[in-house]
Each structure stands twice: as structure tokens, then as C-alpha cells.
């Protein structure tokens, strides 16, 4: 994996060393993501690595219900318990349990209205979803289901309206490293038609040698077309 980061000459050598600072934590941002996203989505649809995604042909993708586009909250919340059905019927709905889902898949189950009379739709409803939904307060959307975290990644991609939903127990994920995390730094890089050397600047890049892989794949189910909209 490698990420990087770009900044002048003249902040090189005129900052003070909260500069470096700063410029670490980008770079270890850029490293996270990098991870975050091979452990979820895989280096490629078409590889049996990675993560859920990745191994694809490998981990349940629950088709109870088809696609996850039903209306209203009775209803997304009869296909999650079907997804998490996955795991009980594998005996593997323990541990760290967790779904994950693109922020947009989140703000959709936060906005569903509930149907309380004969004839209404969730579009004239009133009020937001409640249990086996929970709601938690805070800056950052967030919600239970059935006492499971609902987690977000903005790795997760979204296409054509549909984003995919995980739900497993995320301590059978490893993540392995091989060797330390190298920096280096460069004033001669180019990218196209941008250079370190014609723009005065500094290029820092981060790399480092990781694996992602799934211990236990009757651990992990998904959902790959939830409708966003």
C-alpha cells in the first residue's frame, strides 16, 4: 500500500517540526483507507482475496428477498434479519458483531418513516424508524439493529444506486503486516504532467506491505445491491 503527500519547499524548511506532525497523520489516513477498503471491498471484483467482497464467490451473499431495495423500515428490517440469519444458521452470529455499509445506506435507514395506519406509504408517514432500530445521538449517524452496530465506511462504493451491506463478526478479519511502515522523500517526483522539481515542492510517500484475509468465511454474509435512494 502506498500513499502520499505533497508540500512546498519553503514549508519544508521554514515550518517548525509540528509540520511533520501533521504530515503523519495525513499519511496515516491515507494508509487506513488503503486498508480499510482491500479489507472490504478487495483489491478486485474478479480476485478470491481480501475482503467480503474480494472472496466474493467465496462468502454468502444472501439473495433472500433479492436485492435490498424493499420500502419502508418492517420491511429493510425483515431482509437484515434474513442477512443475519446467514450467520445463525452457521452457528457463526457471535463475537464481534457488526454491519457495515456505505454512509449513504445509513442515511436512507435513518430517514424511513413509519407506517402506522392501513393505506399509508413511508413517504407520508411520521416519525423515524424505531425498534428493532435504535438511534443514537451524537455529531455522526449512528444506529443499532437488533442491539448490532450499524457501521459506516466511506470506502464502501457505491454504484448506480446500490451499495452493499456486510454484517459479520469482524474479529475473524485479519489483517496482517509485513515489516515496518518506509517513508521517503523526494524534490525529483512526477505524476503526469505535475513535478516535485518545476512546482518547488516536497513529495513524502508511505509504504507498506499488508495482507487481508477472512479466518472464518461462514462468518461473513452481504448484501450487494441495498438501494441508496
Known amino acids: 500500500l502506498t500513499g502520499y503527500e505533497i508540500m512546498s519547499r519553503r514549508l519544508a524548511t521554514l515550518s517548525n517540526p509540528s509540520m511533520e506532525i501533521l504530515v503523519r497523520q ?5 494508509i487506513q483507507l488503503a486498508i ?3 479489507a472490504l471491498m478487495g483489491p478486485s471484483a474478479s480476485t478470491d482475496y481480501g475482503g467480503p467482497i474480494g472472496v466474493k464467490t467465496l462468502v454468502t451473499e444472501s439473495t433472500n428477498g433479492g436485492s435490498l431495495s424493499a420500502t419502508g423500515i418492517a420491511g429493510v428490517a425483515d431482509q437484515l434479519i434474513d442477512l443475519l440469519g446467514v450467520l445463525q444458521d452457521a452457528n457463526t452470529a457471535k463475537g464481534r458483531l457488526a454491519f457495515i455499509t456505505s454512509p449513504a445506506y445509513l ?3 435513518l430517514k424511513q418513516g413509519l407506517i402506522q395506519y392501513s393505506g399509508q406509504t413511508t413517504l407520508t408517514g411520521t416519525g423515524y ?3 428493532p432500530f435504535l438511534m443514537l445521538g451524537g455529531p455522526e449517524p449512528r444506529m443499532t439493529f437488533m442491539g448490532i452496530p450499524i457501521l459506516t465506511s466511506t470506502t464502501i462504493t457505491v454504484a448506480s444506486s446500490l451499495s452493499p451491506i456486510f454484517v459479520g463478526d469482524w474479529s475473524q478479519l485479519l ?3 509485513w515489516g515496518d511502515l518506509a517513508l521517503e522523500a523526494s524534490t525529483q517526483a512526477a505524476v ?3 513535478s516535485a522539481w518545476v512546482q518547488n515542492q516536497v513529495w513524502i510517500k508511505a509504504l507498506i506491505d499488508m495482507d487481508v484475509a477472512l479466518r472464518r ?3 461473513f454474509a452481504w448484501y450487494g445491491q441495498a438501494n441508496v435512494a
Request: glycine share 8%; hydrophobic share 45%; no cysteine.
Open 36 to 38: 480499510e477498503y482491500a
Open 107 to 109: 442515511r436512507k435507514l
Open 26 to 30: 495525513d499519511l496515516a489516513e491515507l
Open 129 to 131: 424508524a424505531q425498534a
Open 175 to 177: 489483517i496482517g503486516q
Open 217 to 219: 468465511l461462514s462468518s
Open 192 to 194: 503526469g504532467s505535475a
